[in-house]
Nanobody
């Protein structure tokens, strides 16, 4: 069982920044692939960013590329999402998730690849 706890959400004006954190339980965090997803009201949960176990492979949705940065600190069992140049359309509940399998052929944008999810943190961007 892995527990994920997100923090760092809030209300920010368009053009502003927020940094989300996701703390994971477990001793083998460095074995977990990590992802961030978001879900706006009335919409499907969508992929935002993902990072491999060692951090050497990073993936972004086109909608956030160049504005968001995912990173991880394996010593602190934490993954981060730095969000800059925020837009009203970024408003959503943001979830972190982990894929603890060691399967090959990882599809980081596929929410069904992930085994555990956090409770989410609300991000609201005002215009």
């Amino acid at each position: 069982q892995v527990q994920l706890v997100e923090s760092g959400g809030g209300l920010v004006q368009a053009g502003g920044s927020l940094r989300l954190s996701c703390a994971a339980s477990g001793r083998t965090f460095s074995n977990y692939r990590m992802g961030w997803f978001r879900q706006a009201p009335g919409k499907e949960r969508e992929f935002v960013a993902a990072i491999s176990r060692s951090g050497d492979r990073i993936y972004y949705a086109d909608s956030v590329k160049g504005r968001f940065t995912i990173s991880r600190d394996n010593a602190k069992n934490t993954v981060f999402l730095q969000m800059n140049s925020l837009k009203p359309e970024d408003t959503a509940v943001y979830y972190c998730a982990t894929d603890i399998s060691r399967s090959t052929g990882w599809m980081p944008g596929n929410k069904y690849e992930y085994d555990y999810w956090g409770q989410g943190t609300q991000v609201t961007v005002s215009s």
